[in-house]
């Protein structure tokens, strides 16, 4: 059954979907029912943390020698990706240990390497997809009567091979896909529907305030409220992916000063100029922290090892066993700041401030400190 719920992209309606996530919680909620509760049931739903139920048919609902497996075919909506059409499986079992066990099996992938949602040598399901997993298992549990321990296997058959056209094998993650999701819905939208909307909200802004904040997304959205730098009476625009086309924007619009916040895994590419900071469009930051980092001294096995990290938490926890992380981020927010400025091309007034949500801030260039200290006192001042 498909997925009806839709929205607006322009002057469109487009379908949602639901993440692997969701489906492998409905696939162990299924396997659950049948092996505790002896049922086959026609449809299975389950609400998703973004607060909308999905309801599905089961497919392959079956017992096995030890315990039962049920599969959910991925619905990626009308932003159908990599993974959309294919079967996830969870296969349940009983165990002595009290609990609910959740690995992967055929086509998950396993994570080789640190600074990932999941440590070294787990399988590759996040920390969401696995609390929707175990919830869905321990409801059926509590209606089954049942106190003893499950163990849920997951798997995505075909998953090894199409893995091959994700972004896995260069973040570590072998033998096939991840288990992702968030919000357990996949809400799609054209990137250009999503520039149209930045460019309104941008324009809003500038109705108010010659001042902006420009940021990523939620983490960024986090930061600046964690900070109280959302509270100076300064509109906080979130930009997403397309930092080059809103700090355009904010020029059209006439800002006199412009702050850009944001997490170190997007904004470090403003270091070597790319300012559209989606994985499709390029990436470079391993190679950028390599580079500022031999400038600052690195070993050549420092270097190696940052060309091989995972993610940017990784290069700054490497940085730290060399005490190159100061000069380092300094350098790479000298660079972005550099890149902001050319992009303002004099426009306006421009700050970048780096930051990780394993580290806190991390950078803040010059500019960005003064921008900041003005909008303070003037904000105190009233």
Same mark, same amino acid.
């Given at each position: 059954?498909?997925?009806?719920?839709? +929205?607006? @992209?322009?002057?469109?309606?487009?379908?949602?979907?639901?993440?692997?996530?969701?489906?492998?919680?409905?696939?162990? @909620?299924? %396997?659950?029912r049948l092996l505790l509760l002896g049922e086959t049931p026609e449809t299975l739903s389950l609400p998703t943390p973004k607060g909308w139920t999905v309801e599905v048919c089961p497919e392959g609902l079956a017992r096995t020698k030890d315990g039962a497996v049920c599969s959910v075919r991925k619905d990626g909506g009308d932003d159908a990706d990599v993974t959309h059409g294919m079967l996830v499986t969870a296969l349940v079992r009983r165990t002595e240990e009290p609990g609910?066990?959740?690995?992967?099996?055929?086509?998950?992938?396993?994570?080789?390497r640190p600074g990932l949602d999941q440590p070294v040598g787990a399988a590759a399901i996040n920390h969401v997809p696995r609390q929707m997993i175990a919830q869905a298992v321990e409801n059926v549990c509590r209606e089954a009567g049942y106190a003893g321990g499950v163990e849920v296997i997951?798997?995505?058959?075909?998953?090894?091979?199409?893995?091959?056209?994700t972004f896995n094998p260069l973040l570590g993650i072998e033998g096939g896909l991840s288990v992702l999701g968030t919000s357990g819905i996949v809400e799609p939208m054209s990137e250009q529907a999503i520039v149209d909307t930045i460019a309104v909200e941008?324009?809003?802004?500038?109705?108010? @305030?010659?001042?902006? +904040?420009?940021?990523?997304g939620n983490y960024g959205a986090d930061f600046l409220a964690a900070h109280?730098?959302?509270?100076?009476?300064?509109?906080?625009?979130r930009c997403s992916n397309f930092i080059g086309d %809103?700090?355009?924007m904010a020029a059209a619009e006439g800002f006199?000063?412009?702050?850009?916040?944001?997490? +170190?895994?997007?904004?470090?590419?403003?270091?070597?100029?790319?300012?559209?900071?989606? @994985?499709?469009?390029a990436d470079g930051r391993c190679e950028l922290f390599c580079a500022h980092a031999a400038v600052a001294g690195a070993s050549r096995s420092l270097c190696a090892r940052l060309m091989e990290a995972a993610t940017t938490d990784a290069c700054i926890a490497l940085l730290e066993e060399e005490n190159l992380r100061p000069p380092v981020l300094a350098s790479l927010t000298a660079a972005a700041q550099r890149h902001v400025e050319r992009r303002a091309a004099g426009a306006y007034e421009a700050g970048v401030l780096l930051f990780s949500n394993v580290y806190g801030t991390l950078g803040v260039s010059p500019q960005a400190e003064a921008i900041i200290h003005s909008w303070r006192e003037e904000h105190h001042e009233q």
């Open positions: 059954m498909a997925f009806e719920h839709y +929205i607006r @992209s322009g002057q469109k309606m487009l379908r949602c979907g639901y993440t692997t996530g969701t489906c492998a919680a409905l696939a162990a @909620s299924g %396997a659950a609910v066990r959740i690995d992967g099996g055929e086509g998950v992938g396993r994570v080789t997951v798997s995505i058959p075909g998953g090894e091979e199409r893995a091959k056209r941008v324009r809003q802004a500038a109705q108010t @305030s010659r001042r902006l +904040i420009l940021t990523p109280g730098l959302d509270g100076l009476g300064v509109p906080v625009v %809103a700090l355009d006199a000063q412009v702050l850009l916040a944001g997490h +170190i895994g997007k904004l470090v590419k403003l270091a070597g100029g790319i300012m559209n900071t989606h @994985s499709r469009q």
